[in-house]
């Protein structure tokens, strides 16, 4: 019994060790929408023009 649970214990570090440094990651259709939908510019509002002013100060 202390042999097949070494046993399954070197083969999940070895599995985990191909899946985290030796395969090369593939990129799906998803991620390519994903990416080509991050490249399209954002609109952005600059909010610190909005920020009151602190406290004690006279604008």
């Known amino acids: ?3 097949l649970f070494g046993g399954l214990v070197v083969l ?3 599995t985990l060790g191909y899946y985290l440094f030796l395969q090369q990651p593939t990129t799906t259709q998803t991620l390519k929408a994903a990416q080509e939908d991050i490249i399209q510019p954002l609109a952005f509002t600059n909010s ?3 920020i009151p002013p602190i406290i004690g100060t006279r604008e």
């Open 1 to 3: 019994m202390p042999y």
């Open 12 to 14: 999940n570090a070895a």
């Open 48 to 50: 610190a023009e909005y």
